[in-house]
């Protein structure tokens, strides 16, 4: 089955140790996104690609940054993670839909849980 | 800017009766509205969508919507609970294309539905 999976499932890092977060996608989508959530709470959009056409949101800290190599592949990573990054981690894809992009559902990975020592 | 407001942070019905999950938006100009599910550790399901056109939409797991421009409502619903029905459920607003708004997908901060046996 055509899916998104995120890699690892659980992941622990040490504070202010990098680590990166991967997520890969067989639905051959132009979009990808990765989001933040924490304790049920709403998913936050942290950026996205359009193909490799790169968007942050303003207030995503500069302290996470994202890869994409190819179609498949994106990655998050996480510079000098604080104990306030830790969350679960949401990828998710989307077809163009056109040229309006917006009205697409977004197709969600497992997610990946970090956790800050 | 967008917002989404969910009034009920938890709702509990029993198995076999109707259910509601209300939602309510904000938005410049049209919107797309969303509905997704989440279960325990796992990332969020897409349920249904409203793009324009009829107002009740119909979704995944006998779930259906009604859009309601005149009170910006889009409550979730149900004539039948199952308790496997028991989850985490988000709606979410985009403004269209023209709106000149973000177009950032915003979500509400939750309702957790329990179905009771």
């Known amino acids: 089955d055509a899916m998104v999976i995120q890699n690892p499932r659980y992941q622990v890092t040490q504070f202010g140790k990098p680590v990166t977060l991967s997520c890969s996608q067989t639905?051959?989508?132009?979009?990808m996104y990765w989001y933040q959530q924490k304790s049920s709470q709403a998913p936050k959009l942290l950026f996205h690609y359009y193909d490799k056409d790169f968007n942050n949101e303003a207030d995503t800290p500069d302290n996470f940054q994202s890869r994409r190599p190819n179609t498949s592949f994106c990655f998050l990573d996480i510079r000098s993670p604080g104990l306030g990054d830790a969350a679960m981690y949401l990828c998710?894809?989307?077809?163009?839909?056109?040229?309006?992009?917006?009205?697409?559902?977004?197709?969600f990975g497992d997610g990946t849980r970090l956790s800050i020592l | 800017a967008q917002s989404v407001a969910q009034p009920e942070d938890q709702v509990n019905v029993a198995e076999g009766n109707p259910l509601t999950v209300k939602c309510t938006y904000s938005v410049s100009g049209n919107p797309y509205l969303f509905w997704y599910v989440q279960y325990p550790n796992r990332g969020l399901q897409f349920l249904l969508k409203?793009?324009?056109?009829?107002?009740l939409v119909k979704g995944s797991y006998g779930f259906e919507a009604e859009f309601n421009k005149s009170q910006t409502s889009f409550h979730l619903k149900k004539p039948s609970a199952l308790v496997s029905d028991s989850a985490l459920y988000f709606c979410?607003?985009?403004?269209?294309?023209?709106?000149?708004?973000?177009?950032?997908?915003?979500f509400g901060s939750g309702t957790q539905l329990t179905v009771l046996p």
């Open positions: 998710a894809t989307s077809r163009p839909g056109g040229s309006d992009y917006s009205n697409q559902p977004q197709h």
């Open positions: 979410a607003v985009r403004p269209t294309r023209d709106s000149g708004s973000a177009r950032q997908l915003t």
């Open positions: 639905l051959n989508h132009n979009v």
């Open positions: 409203y793009i324009t056109g009829d107002n």
